[in-house]
């Protein structure tokens, strides 16, 4: 690894961190993550001609959320990455503790990205102006450019952006909660991204109500953008410092006004697909990354040197009923390697089937299934040859559900273990399209639409099976094919690029 600049000492240490991250054997490696040290949220994505530019929650030293900067990486395709210099570094004004997260536009020509300067406790907006390849940033001296949030609202944070341009206006979204009412998004407007007009909330939450889904008491990551005839009001629950889960409305937006839905929980692995963001891209696709939190200890992850992973692009489009159908982007399909078919079969209720050559833990499994009225069919991923450890996925037709049970999912104590459940929708016959993206500890699921995401981490070195099962009746197979899925990385990675 090469890195100029720093001193020896320092030369040796970031060198450490990035080698001991690299050893891991449950990290991804087909997933973007930071060189080292910690990630969080998915910042600033754009298309930017024709780059794909993503910015994340970086801390190079350690795997702590602590001295957040932003880390930057460039793509051509959405899955290969080019670690960019840092963009921005904590200084000693209002973002002294940390440059949390924010968004970047095109400001007339000029990047520009309006992130949450974090000072003593306290987020406000600031900006940074970057040369035209979004290289070097300089941030604006008269940051912070709102210096306190509205003077009418006793408000429990105030931070993270989403801002748009609409008629020669700026339109910007800030994430807060209203103590004692609940989560908020609140609107401001500007002629020039410096001087900013509060119009009013533009969606509040009740935090008191738990159905269909809780929204916290505070909004993290709000974000608005039009989708089809719709708008989607994206944000992440957020409660007395616990981060909790995403959540979106879909609704109509006209005049500062926006008319919603109930909410819909995004993903159903809650905290493990966490502060998403999107883009619009030159083929005019909405593409969603969000952050996959770690589920082993805190001492576990810091003596593993890293934390935090990027979801795998994703698409979102809505479906017929009007709610968000998520899908990886295309181009994931450029990183299958070897594959393997296992032609259409009829699953017999209690007959488990090895499905011998699809075997290892960076796969792509696709497939079909039909399950009968009152059946269910379970998948076990991540097997060991005698079940020990395994990871099921069960597909309930009789409960429209599908589960997740990492109970035996390792040895290793102090892991997360919690169940994972969430609505499938299926038609009258039962058919779920299914995907399931294994990259060591991560798993991604897509089953008609809807996501599901978590972390696994088995102790054994043969937990590489995978086995379908159909309970409670009978299930049709049409197909499942699966690919071994190709290292993006290739050796361990500046810390500094
Ligand atoms: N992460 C950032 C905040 C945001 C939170 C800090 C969400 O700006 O509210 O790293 O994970």
Redesign the pocket.
Known sequence: MTHDGPTSTEHSETHDLAGLAWTDRHRPRFHFLSPGGWL??PNGLTHWNGTYHLFY?YNPDAAV?AN?HWGHATSADLVHWHDEPIALTPGDGPDAD?C??GILVDHDGTPTIVY?GSQNGE?RPCLATGDPELRTWRKDPANPVITEPPADLSLVAF??HCVWSEDGLWYQLI?AGIRGVGGAALLYTSPDLRTWQYQGPLHVGDAGSHDPVWTGTMW??VELFPLADRHVLVL?A?DNGT?HHPVYYTGHYADTHFTADPPALLDYGKRYF??PQTMRDDRGRRIMFG?IQEGRSDAAVVEAGWSGVMSLPRQVSLDAAGRLFVAPVAEVATLRGARTSTPAHQLIAGDTIWLEDVHGDQLDIEARITISEGAAVELAIRSTPDGAERTVLALDRANHEIRLDRTASSRQADLDTAPIRGHLPMDADGTVDLRILIDHSVVEVFANGRPLTARVYPTRLDALGVTITATGGSAHLHHLDAWTMTDIWTAPRALRP
Do not use: K, L, M
Request: charged residues 20%; proline residues 0%.
């Open positions: 969080n949220d929650q959320h957040i940390g949390w997260s949450s987020q931070r993270d994430g993290e990551c992440s957020w981060t966490y502060a952050w």
